[in-house]
């Protein structure tokens, strides 16, 4: 039997959520010590811990069948790869900042400016695009110092909470992407028998995350006005409870609007409401 490749960073930013994905879609491996494959002990698969810089071409180069790695780095290499799966973890936004005194006001004032990153790539086809001849300086880590020290006027790099331009004295100025995680394999490769039954557990995973697993009770008058507010359900389970009249209803209930939901669901009537978290969602 084949046994595919996968390649995920090795550290940093990237590196535990993505061991922790590959876990809950209950492949067992050691992660990242010495070595820099580990086998998975129950499924035909090899991790191989890289470089996060290096996996789009491992990808497209066949040395890897599949990779994770933020959408930032894929667009950066230009390399010729399909996403299989969005993520949702490692989201962040390549922005252009500016310090916060300067004179840089509309995205044309770039003209002739110089402008630091780690994304030479994705900031010259960003600039292309807009007609803007600035000179891009290419460095390779800690860009948020450079306009500090008179290095450049501007800068193009990751943001997520702000607080890394916050405290180097600088202001988000223009988007030029937004990213997450996405696993990645050659194009076609979703074709794969091997690479389809991950890509399911994983959305099985991912799927499990997004949503709450709630059982509450209820009068059996107060049924249908709760029904009512659980839309998205095909069929909430409900069960006779031992006290006559009353009754219990299972169902799901998306994370991202449920603290509203519950209070919906509390007016209507539910009480005992018990919530769980939900390990899988197999369709
Ligand atoms: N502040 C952030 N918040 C959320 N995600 C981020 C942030 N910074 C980076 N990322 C995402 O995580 C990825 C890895 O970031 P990290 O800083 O670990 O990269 P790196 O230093 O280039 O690592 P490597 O040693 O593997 O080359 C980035 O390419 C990006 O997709
Ligand atoms: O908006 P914030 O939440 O402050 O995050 C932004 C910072 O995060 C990334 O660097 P990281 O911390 O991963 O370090 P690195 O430069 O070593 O990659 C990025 O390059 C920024 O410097
Ligand atoms: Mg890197």
Redesign the pocket.
Known sequence: MKTLKIAI??????NEKSVELLKNCGLNFENYKSSLISPVSNFPLEILFL???DIPEYVQDGIADLGIV?E??IQETEVEVSYLQRLGF???SLKIAVPNNTNIETVADLNGRSIATTYPAILRKYLDNLNINAEIRTISGSVEISPGLGLSDAICD?V?TGGTLKSNGLKPFADVMS?E?VMIGRPGSENDDLIQELIQRIQSVLRAKETKYVVLNAERANLPKILELLPGVKSPSVVPLAEENWVAVHTVIPERDFWSRISQLKQAGAQGIVVMPIEKIIL
């Open positions: 960073q090795k550290s940093g930013r990237l470089r996060d810089d933020g930032n780095v490692g989201k962040c990751l997520s990213s995680a």
